[in-house]
């Protein structure tokens, strides 16, 4: 076994020296650890938990069905991914993918912006986190406490990364567990014991309509579904640290899928069918339904039980997030991409992780949480600023996958769609674009425009401030590591 072990490491090796980069992490992180990597960061609980009060009150009921239609558009964009990281096993993710598809220029911009939202990402779950957490000891859930809970655990969180991939993959793996049986437990006793709806309650609408229909407002409380289906890319992130990544990745990839989605819509549906009075929670009369339906079913000492449950869940998904974005920035400062970069691209000789770079990402969560405090529903806005961005990145190595084939680019990893592979790839697209048209879409038209338009606004800065640095500083020449190159490889 030990033998066999050595050999799968030194054809691991191999293959990322011929993709021009020299293995200096640790390859301790199993399949498992790998897929409970990429499911903590999903994290179906966080992504119920945080958002349910947003989708039932804009939606209705009907909001259930969107993360079926989540699930489906990720998981074409999921068979994209699979394809290139079993080509290009490569830690960072994103970036490292569009500088082999495309080029230098594309990648930085990727990297950015999928950077970006990363970062969004961790202060948006820590934030989200605060509430319960308040519940849980007993606070107040002023802006203040719930800021100061998001500080807290985003700094527990790069603790525990600082520790090494032993350690961070262990904590993935009970965090899977406990949300994984929590999910069960809570969501089949609701359904058992507490179902005040039929069942039939997911087609009915409550007479919520914009304009005579009812669809604006599905589309509107589509973002609960949005935001829940994405993270199986963090699986590849941490490439260099897995495996026999060509295989092992893509299939934890689809398994984050697979199980995610499925746990997510199974709590959604149970929370739908617990609730005593629907139409209380559209108007805002119940601003809180997820945390009255456990306080009623399990009372003050029972809620605070499945509450601590979901803190692991919550707790689970910011050491996940910041994983993938502290490899992203390790990344990109290994090809020499960003200012500073021989100093973001040091591992520690101890544990093998980026600590510099985890210290970056869990600084500049911690600006974002603390900027949120001054703006009005600071969790919405976060949530919907952070899953535009990440569905922008998605997109972008959905078109860079799309335009290597256009010029001749043959997958030649383990894993493979074939012929179906155009096909897939265009239906990829067609569904991202769409998805990221749903999110920008303004909804408010009675508010000043730069309210209506402030996601759109925010994420046009965003890039016209990386495209700006782009233009002057010209960063994606700094460094020689291979680029552009995924068409070529398919001809010699």
Partial sequence: MQANDEARADADSAQLAALGYTAKFDRSMSLWENFALGFTYLSPVVG???????????????MFWSYFLAGAGQFLVCLIFSEVVSQFPISGGLYPWARRLVGKRW???AGWIYGWALF???????????????????????PGITTAIALVLVAISTLVNLAGTKLLARVAMFGFICEIIGAIIV?????????????????????????????PSFLAAAVVGLFTCYGFEACGDVAEETPNPGIAIPRAMRMTIYVGMAAAAFVCLAFILAQPDIPSVISGKNSTPVENVL??????????????VVMVSFMSCILSLQAATSRLIFAYARDKMIAGSNFFSGLSPHTHVPTRALVLSGIVAAVIICLGLFFENAISNIVSSAIIGIYVAFQMIVVGALAARLRGWKPSGQFRLGAWGMTINIAAL???????IDMIWPRTPNTPWYIDWS??????AI?????LYMLLTRPYDRGDAPAGDAWKLAKT
Wanted: hydrophobic share 55%; no cysteine; charged share 5%.
């Fill in 187 to 215: 969501g089949t006793y609701l359904l058992v014991f507490e179902r005040h709806q039929p069942f039939g309650v997911v087609f009915n609408t409550f007479g919520i309509l914009q304009n005579g229909a009812y669809w």
């Fill in 463 to 467: 890039i016209g401030a990386g495209a």
């Fill in 430 to 436: 067609a569904y991202g674009v769409g998805a990221i």
């Fill in 295 to 308: 306080l009623n079913v399990f009372g003050p000492i029972g809620a605070k039980l499945v509450v601590a």
């Fill in 107 to 109: 990648a930085w911009m």
């Fill in 120 to 142: 969004t990402t961790i202060a948006a779950v820590a934030v989200g986190a605060g509430p319960f957490l308040a519940t849980l000891l007993g606070f107040n859930r002023t």
């Fill in 455 to 460: 996601m759109s606004v925010t994420w046009l």
């Fill in 48 to 62: 119920v938990y945080s958002v349910f009060y947003l989708g039932l009150s804009t939606g209705g009921p009907p």
